[in-house]
């Protein structure tokens, strides 16, 4: 009897969910930056990955809206280009189901940022990109930002 406990007693803990997702989790991930200059401008292009993930014990569905997105140094100390321009593959606000994940690819098309811009996006010891999402279960935005990754620079 008691191994029949036990084994039911396994049985129940092995089904619970430990995704704690009841918000969006938010996260950018294939960053890629390539800069161009010349004497008057820099231009930026490449692009990223938001993932959108939200749990089996949300209250519902959520409606994602986005902040605005930026690239700046590895320690974030120096905001390099703000606002970066970007455009997406699909149309915001998006909804996010309980208990699924949706993704979105971003390129980024920045082709009037300041000369000096290539200086400091190529001089840099890594970059970033920083952003941000409104998640309509929870009050405030939610910062994000990528892990740091390194330019192709074209000068």
């Known amino acids: ?82 606002p970066l321009d970007v455009t997406t593959s699909t149309t915001f606000p998006v909804t996010v189901e309980v208990d699924s994940d949706v993704t979105v690819d971003f390129t980024i098309a920045t082709d009037d940022a300041p000369a000096d811009t290539l200086s400091a996006v190529c001089g840099a010891s890594g970059l970033r990109i920083t952003g941000s999402i409104q998640d309509s279960l929870q009050d405030g935005l939610t910062p994000l930002a990528s892990d740091i990754f390194y330019p192709t620079c074209n000068k």
């Open 1 to 82: 009897m008691r191994s029949l406990v036990l084994f039911g007693a396994a049985l129940l803990t092995s089904c619970v969910d430990a995704d704690a997702a009841v918000f969006v989790d938010a996260s950018v991930s294939n960053p890629s930056v390539t800069a161009m200059g010349s004497s008057l401008v820099t231009v930026l292009e490449g692009g990223f990955r938001l993932g959108l993930h939200l749990g089996p014990r949300a209250s519902g569905s959520s409606s994602v809206s986005l902040g605005k997105f930026a690239l700046t140094n590895a320690d974030r100390s120096l905001t390099l280009v703000d």
